[in-house]
């Protein structure tokens, strides 16, 4: 079974500060990541995308994907509380086109 | 545009009884998917529609559940018998061909006592 996993959480951080969300694959052969936020009783949205290693920086967001190592992370700059919210990671897994699977998600509390 | 929409946003329902989630996919969207979401096992993919067409029911979780995409702006998500376990979030989305970004709808809280 192809699966995507994270830690629960909850991660705190204080205001300001960079908040570091990681997600592990089980399949190498991955194709495609994305991180999706969910606040409290809210459906998910997508915040991020990215497709190859390296980092992918869009404002205070940064992903990161090592397919060697298969994890791909998500930076959060100056964290605001705001921010606040569950992190969904999700995949394409190889011949499941279309189908994202998404793992359980981590909860993310930015204090004041 | 008004998104995807879902009805009911909360149903409440006595154990065996039938219970039918609706969506409404964003209009020019050609993929639907449904999801189940849970504390313990997140969101899980129950099936999903390419062009009002089943295209992969693997996750649905045993011959209670039923789907159905008549046209392009309708599907139904059915429970019969319902129990206690279905008790969750459902989330219907749309997308279109290769884009990941699904925009889903607000969600069916469902509880089965």
């Known amino acids: 079974q192809k699966e995507v996993e994270q830690n629960s959480g909850p991660l705190s951080v204080p205001e300001g500060a960079i908040a570091s969300l990681n997600c592990t694959y089980s399949?190498?052969?991955?194709?495609?990541f994305f991180w999706y936020r969910q606040y409290s009783g809210k459906s998910p949205e997508l915040i991020m995308s990215?497709?190859?290693?390296g980092d992918k920086e869009d404002g205070r967001f940064t992903a990161q994907l090592n397919k060697a190592s298969q994890y791909v992370s998500l930076l959060i700059r100056d964290s605001q509380p705001s921010d606040s919210a569950t992190y969904l990671c999700?995949?394409?897994?190889?011949?499941?086109?279309?189908?994202?699977?998404f793992g359980t998600g981590t909860r993310l509390q930015v204090t004041l | 545009d008004a998104g995807v929409i879902q009805s009911p946003r909360h149903e409440v329902t006595e154990m065996g009884q039938e219970v039918t989630l609706r969506c409404k996919p964003i209009?020019?969207?050609?993929?639907l998917f449904w999801y189940r979401q849970t504390m313990m096992r997140g969101l899980e993919l129950l099936i999903y529609?390419?062009?009002?067409?089943?295209?992969?029911d693997s996750g649905m979780p045993e011959d209670r559940f039923s789907a159905k995409m008549p046209n392009a702006s309708f599907s139904t998500l059915k429970i019969q018998p319902s129990e206690p376990r279905d008790s969750a979030v459902y989330f219907c989305?749309?997308?279109?061909?290769?884009?990941?970004?699904?925009?889903f709808g607000s969600g069916t809280r469902l509880t089965v006592v």
């Open positions: 399949d190498r052969v991955s194709q495609s």
């Open positions: 209009s020019g969207h050609d993929y």
């Open positions: 989305a749309s997308s279109w061909e290769g884009n990941y970004g699904y925009t």
């Open positions: 999700a995949a394409v897994f190889w011949g499941t086109a279309s189908k994202l699977t």
């Open positions: 529609f390419n062009n009002n067409v089943p295209i992969d």
């Open positions: 990215i497709y190859s290693n």
